[in-house]
C-alpha cells in the first residue's frame, strides 16, 4: 500500500518563528516530491518541488533523503499568511498520479 | 496567470442521480488528472487521462465513473448513479508535456449527495 504520512500537529507557531514539516513515504520507487498548501476548503496549491539536492524558495527551503525516504519542510520567519494545510506529495513513478499525505495544519499568531 | 477552471462550484443531488462535473484545463496542458477529497480526509486521486484515453484509475474509480474530453478544451467527470459517499470536493487537475510532474488545480466542484 503506497502511504505518505505526515506529522499530525496542528503547528501553533508565533509570526517570525522557524517550523519543520516532516514527510515519509512508503514506496522506495518514488521518483517526484512536492509540497503543496492547502488553505481551508480550497485547492491545493503547488508550493515547491523537492529535489535530491535540496533546494529553496525565498524562506521556504526543502530536503529530500532517498535513503531514509524522508522529505522536509522549513520555513522561516513566518508569516500570518502562511497559516494553512501543508500537505507532502509524492508521484509513484510512471503512474504519474499523486499520493498525498495527510496534511500538516499551521496556525501563525500575532 | 493561466488557471484551470471547474464547473459547478456547488452541486447538490439526490441520491441515485447523475452529475457531471466540468472542467477546463490550462491550454496547453496535456495531462488530465481527477481527484476527490472528502470533508476532513486526504485528497486522493481517481483518474488520470492522456491522449484521448484514461491512462491510470484508482480503486474508487469504478463502474460508476467516466470521463471524456468531449472536445479541445473541456475535460469531464460523470457520475452515473450518485451514492451518498460519494459526497466530496473534486479537483480537477492538469500538466504540460514538460513538466507533467507538476499539476495544478482547479478551484474543485463541492459534491453534496442529499
Known amino acids: 500500500r503506497k502511504e505518505v504520512e505526515q506529522d499530525p500537529g496542528p503547528f501553533n507557531v508565533p509570526e517570525g518563528a522557524t517550523v519543520a514539516f516532516n514527510c515519509t513515504y512508503s514506496n522506495s520507487a518514488s521518483q517526484s516530491f512536492f509540497w503543496y498548501r492547502q488553505d481551508c476548503r480550497k485547492e491545493p496549491k503547488l508550493l515547491m518541488s523537492v529535489y535530491s539536492s535540496g533546494n529553496e524558495d525565498g524562506r521556504f527551503t526543502a530536503q529530500l533523503n532517498r535513503a531514509s525516504q524522508y522529505i522536509s519542510l522549513l520555513i522561516r520567519d513566518s508569516k500570518l499568511s502562511d497559516s494553512a494545510t501543508y500537505l507532502c506529495?509524492?508521484?509513484?513513478?510512471?503512474?504519474?498520479?499523486?499520493?498525498f499525505g495527510s496534511g500538516t495544519q499551521l496556525t501563525v499568531l500575532p | 496567470e493561466p488557471e484551470v477552471t471547474q464547473t459547478p462550484s456547488h452541486q447538490v443531488t439526490q441520491m441515485g442521480q447523475e452529475v457531471i462535473l466540468r472542467c477546463v484545463p490550462i491550454s496547453n496542458h496535456l495531462y488530465f488528472y481527477w481527484y476527490r477529497q472528502i470533508l476532513g480526509q486526504k485528497v486522493e486521486f481517481l483518474v488520470s487521462?492522456?491522449?484521448?484515453?484514461?491512462?491510470?484509475k484508482s480503486e474508487i474509480f469504478d463502474d460508476q465513473f467516466s470521463v471524456e474530453r468531449p472536445d479541445g478544451s473541456n475535460f469531464t467527470l460523470k457520475i452515473r448513479s450518485t451514492k451518498l459517499e460519494d459526497s466530496a470536493m473534486y479537483f480537477c487537475a492538469s500538466a504540460g508535456l514538460a513538466s507533467y510532474n507538476e499539476q495544478f488545480f482547479g478551484p474543485g466542484t463541492r459534491l453534496t449527495v442529499l
Open positions: 506529495v509524492v508521484n509513484e513513478g510512471t503512474a504519474r498520479q499523486l499520493t
Open positions: 487521462f492522456y491522449n484521448n484515453e484514461i491512462s491510470e
